[in-house]
């Protein structure tokens, strides 16, 4: 499947909508994408893992492991890892989830919101969280499930990108756990399937890190308007507003 066929395909299942929709921080979007569903369509999840295949060979970035990210990530990298034959990791949310409680929590207690003594059960409340961030050797202690070997060549691999803020936590998880195992390792690369055009490639590029997309909004824009499938004024205002997010971005 060409690419122009997939962005119609997404189209079709619903995975890419166009219309007028509230976002989690408010704002207002002409198109709302929900990748998560790809498992519930086989056959398009195995023409994206071609795709984007194809694309990770083409970028000739010799690399040794592709890490998907939780949870829209992780099919996609699967569907790569099987197309391209190179092993796959995944990060873990976990660590990070409760190092941040944790730390929130210990610091409440440092500035006297409360006593650890006066509210039941706050200091073994503090301990476990700090087991299950990896703080402790009987805790969590992994920050990637899989194979990790020294010297990796690892690129990012997730549904899509908006800012970078997850590509970089999940760089940052996998470098925990080299140093953890004493190992170097090397990020090198982001792969996405589609790119919303919001700074994201931007932000990557300036910490390092390569930027590959199989698609991008306007991409998909571009496709279904030009055949038939998108009006004029709902095209006008995708890329209008695609356009005012780039520069924001």
Same mark, same amino acid.
């Given at each position: 499947?060409?690419e ?12 890419i +909508? ?8 408010? +704002? &207002?979007?002409?198109? =709302?994408? *929900?990748? #998560? ?12 893992? &071609? ?5 990770? #060979? ?7 492991r592709?890490c998907?990210?939780?949870a /829209?990530?992780?099919?996609?990298a699967?569907?790569?890892? $099987?197309?391209?034959? %190179?092993?796959?990791?995944y990060? #873990? &949310?976990?660590?990070?989830? =409760?190092?941040?409680?944790a730390?929130?929590?210990?610091n409440? $207690? #440092?500035?006297? &919101? ?10 073994? /409340?503090?301990?476990?969280?700090? *087991?299950?961030?990896g703080?402790?050797?009987?805790? %969590?202690t ?5 194979e990790l070997?020294?010297?990796? @060549? %690892? !690129?990012?691999?997730? *549904?899509?990108?908006?800012? /970078?803020?997850?590509?970089l936590e ?9 140093? @953890? ?8 690369? $982001?792969?996405?399937l589609?790119?919303?055009e919001?700074?994201?490639?931007q932000?990557l590029?300036?910490?390092?890190? @390569?930027?590959?997309? !199989?698609?991008?909004?306007? *991409? $998909? !824009?571009?496709?279904l ?8 004024? @709902? =095209?006008?205002?995708?890329t209008? =507003? ?6 924001s971005g």
């Amino acid at each position: 499947m060409s690419e122009e066929g997939l962005m119609k395909k997404l189209y079709q299942i619903g995975a890419i +909508k166009f219309g007028e929709f509230t976002l989690k921080s408010g +704002k &207002k979007s002409p198109y =709302y994408v *929900d990748l #998560r569903i790809l498992p519930s369509f086989p056959s398009v999840l195995v023409e994206v893992g &071609k795709v984007m295949g194809q694309i990770i #060979r083409d970028s000739t970035l010799e690399l040794t492991r592709l890490c998907g990210i939780p949870a /829209a990530g992780l099919a996609i990298a699967t569907m790569c890892g $099987v197309e391209t034959g %190179i092993p796959v990791i995944y990060t #873990r &949310k976990e660590p990070i989830i =409760y190092k941040d409680l944790a730390t929130r929590l210990n610091n409440d $207690v #440092r500035e006297g &919101k409360f006593k650890q003594d006066e509210i039941p059960g706050a200091k073994k /409340a503090i301990e476990v969280i700090e *087991d299950l961030s990896g703080l402790k050797t009987h805790g %969590i202690t992994r920050y990637v499930d899989g194979e990790l070997q020294s010297r990796d @060549r %690892i !690129a990012i691999i997730d *549904d899509l990108i908006t800012t /970078a803020d997850s590509k970089l936590e999940a760089r940052d998880l996998i470098l925990l756990e080299a140093k @953890r195992k004493n190992i170097e390792v090397d990020v090198t690369a $982001v792969f996405v399937l589609l790119d919303r055009e919001q700074g994201g490639r931007q932000m990557l590029e300036e910490n390092g890190v @390569r930027f590959f997309s !199989a698609i991008t909004v306007s *991409d $998909v !824009a571009d496709c279904l308007f030009h055949s038939g499938i998108l009006d004029a004024e @709902r =095209y006008k205002i995708i890329t209008d =507003y695609t356009l005012s997010e780039r520069i924001s971005g």
